[in-house]
């Protein structure tokens, strides 16, 4: 079977960066032709400067990193430094990149990427705001529909919020870019709080990274270590979630996870629910489905995959 070719957009964050592991460590499923970064959990300066530093642990200095946006569309940036670090990617001790970021806007190489590559073969994986992605619509409508899927990390229903009570952090933090992407026609995938939160780093699964005596599983298991800190204080769960991983394992395994086809809206006006994923997951409204939205997960093959494939990374 050909590797499906992706796109990685993200804020990295150490969920994004081992959604980033993930992808590089699965040649045979996934292609990655290149990294986009956008300000989300930490600026945009530091998303870029992160990305690398994973490409660098990952032994791939080759990847392509882009820097994007370094603002949502309307509204003032929100970072997430309190649950992430100063750094984005706080916990482990790892050297400053020595890959250089290419040249050029990442929107422009969204437009040209899809422009360039046969309708229907570019899968776009946003782990963080939607800016880049809602950016490059608005700029070039005519890659919509070239696009195979997005696939994103993103939105809340059952789980309902986490950066406010009705709101998912990537998008609270640009809804009007947001809003943009889920009615641009393009097929959409949607892994939530609902699915993400199922997929705890319990302290048996992060010994198992530490176990793999690497590099990246020592590393992994630092950054699941840090940000667990702050998702036990919040939520009393038995770990950390592994949000953004969610994206790259449902491209390799789809058969781990189960949702439905539903009309998902984005809420922008309301001060209230600024950013909210209004999910019609019962049907009662007649508005059309525009995106699979991922209820569950099975986490303990979730996990081995993911060791599986870290393992590779020596």
Known sequence: MTARKIIIDTDPGQDDAVAILLALASPEDLEVLGITCVAGNVPLELTTRNARIVCELAGFPQTKVFAGCDRPLGRNLVTAEHVHGKTGLDGPTLPEPTMPLQDG?????????????????????????????????????DIAPRIREIVLMGGAYFEVGNITPTAEFNIYVDPEAAKIVFG??????????????????????????????????????QMTDFFERFDLA?????????????????????????????????????????????????????????ALFIGDLDADHFFALLTERLGRLS
């Open 184 to 221: 641009a026609g393009v097929p959409l995938v949607v892994l939530p709080l609902d699915c993400t939160h199922k997929a705890l780093v319990t302290t048996p699964r992060n010994d198992a990274f530490r176990a793999l005596g690497t590099r990246v599983g020592t590393a992994v298991a």
């Open 105 to 141: 806007h990442a929107v422009d190489f969204l437009i040209d990427t899809l422009r360039r590559e046969p309708a229907g073969s570019v899968t776009l994986c946003p782990l963080g705001p939607l800016t880049n992605i809602a950016t490059a619509l608005e700029k070039a409508p």
């Open 234 to 290: 919040k939520y009393g769960s038995e770990g950390a979630p592994l949000h953004d991983p969610c994206v790259t394992a449902y491209l390799i395994a789809p058969h781990l996870f189960s949702g439905r086809h539903i009309n998902v809206e984005i809420e922008t006006e309301s001060t209230l629910c600024r950013g909210m994923t209004v999910a019609d997951w019962w049907g009662v409204t007649d508005r059309a489905p525009n």
